[in-house]
């Protein structure tokens, strides 16, 4: 299968790119740069510094013999969208290629409009070249499952049967979502339903939980082949920052009470479920959604899961609360339903103490490389706080 | 009160305008002139030549001895949004100034997508700026009803009561719209709502149905103070442009078998209803939605309709179906709640045979002024037809 991956540079692109073309998969790999760019931007990084793409996949290629096509260049640039389907002619687009965390886009007017143009926009463009260029690709594109927000009611992939003063239909999942990434995630969604009910596009939107994770099998291969782990305020997912503040002797900062409620999927399963979305494909026309993740955590409960696992490497870690810089529910019923992808073969990799463990010894072998000012966030929901200074 | 109106030289701004001056209100009125230039772009423009909006704003003071403020800009341009807030401290915002046409947004991905930025990004600056400078100013926001499209269950005013597995929530009513405009207002929908939310500002969604109609009161003062009156394909109305084409000879053209509903309203009640929305604000922090439209047809039904009003006047009219260029349900259910306007008072206009008299009457008078070649469609929603030349 001919798959090419857009944002291929990424946290998950990148290992999915290389996951895919070692099972025997021809893989484009797509990027523009621009999320280093928006790293430096607030001061953060990789933990361990990556090299440029076009040299990590040479070097994936010296080491493995499976040759990664890089096609360098920005999804908002219609021209350059539509070279690459017509140079590479895929059988599915991966699409990651987004601007990824809520902290960014609520930093200002700016952030948020930057966020959300780049997200639609580029989105759009893929959408028309699809159409006009390869209108049977599959476009398997990453949503979150923050696009639904937190409901009194269970979630369900995507549509949700109703009934309704007597008569029933079955409908897309109201969406209620919490900053203007993840609104630019729904509008995402929306826009690629439409295509595929007007123009007989098909896709699968995946609905991703909250990842966390280091290694996959792939990073293993070479040391110049890790993955950009982030573990700041704007960048890192909450589980990743807690191991890494655990190991630097900081306190983990919980969010308000840590009430809140979230799926969650390690960065290998997110590999597992993309094929399992690949191998798989809708219908010409259809548009379904997947929900992404594979258990339900309470964030306070994930940093006593975080201090119990270092306790176990003999360090002792304290729990901190901190006014909430977010505007959510910190107490709400959650429920999310995540049958699709097991039904498709999915095993979950559950978190255990042992796979804490190893998070943990690996991010305290790389402690010194952590800069600690970028842990604490500096982003507030209600746009009191200025946005950080570029560095 | 002092309002201030977004994209007050349109066909519904202006009306709207000189409506709530005279009714004792100090009214702002803010455009930049960009729908004339998309009106010509496509070789369309108003049926009756209309000055350029400073002359009319002083024709009007002079007529009526009521100021109309002028603000001359982009709301692409934050730091003129920004400006305009501050210099004229609004209780209120009506907020018309958008892309308006369906077929526009569908002629290619350069229409498309300037339609969703224009849009998008237009409401993210005007909501930045109401947070930071007048956050208790009501945000009256023009949607459409096509956001819901036609599910086969009764279309609520913006949130449905939902039943789930034995548990309850009241949540966003469910979107499927039909076109990139379309789509466009479900983004705005969902950034205002995240807005209210988060920030608490206040805001009321009206979600219009299809207007119709020439005159109001006070374009009736002058006939220098008329509304741009469209019946083009593109930027035209569907009862407008059967009234239009009864009168200058032409069949009236029906897309598809006509089976398509949709709810109607006069637009001398679109002015009603966004007054009984300015007097009547939500709460600090509400995001209310309120279904704007007042009877529903289907289109073959109103063709009929303008064919029996044209014989009264002795004029025969021929019925023509052709091929549908949107894609769309032809054959649905229809029946979409419209309470809460009419429980804040609104006493509706309906659509009689006088009316419609009045309307062809007055269209027969200027039917020299029509450009026959603009009225057939020349977009498709499936992309096979390139757009039409600039003129």
Known sequence: MRVLVLGGDGYLGWPMSMYLALKGDDVGVLDNGIKRRWEKEIGGGPLIPIPPLPDRARMFG????????????????AVFVRRALEDFS????VHFAEQPSAPYSMIDLEHASAT????????????????DICPSTHLVKLGTMGEYGTPNIDIEEGFLEVEHKGRKDRLPFPKQPGSFYHLSKVHDSHNIQFACRTWGLRSTDLNQGVVYGIQTEETLIDPNLGTSFHYDAVFGTVLNRFCVQAMIGEALTVYGTGGQHRGFINIRDTLKCVELALRHPPTQG????????????????LAIRVQEAARELGVAVRIRSMENPRVESEKHYYNPVHRRL?????????????LLGSMLRFLGDHRDS???ERLDPDVNWRGSIPAPATT
């Open 370 to 372: 952590v800069k600690r």
């Open 286 to 301: 259809e548009y379904r959604v997947f929900n992404q993740f594979t258990e339900v955590f309470g964030v306070a409960d």
């Open 90 to 93: 895929p059988d599915a687009v």
């Open 62 to 77: 010296r080491r493995t013999g499976r040759r990664l096509s890089v096609y360098e260049g920005d999804l908002l640039n």
């Open 116 to 131: 959300q143009h780049n997200n639609v926009v580029g989105t759009l463009n893929l959408l028309f070249a699809l159409r």
């Open 342 to 354: 097991e039904e498709l073969g999915l095993k979950p990799t559950l978190l255990s103490d042992e």
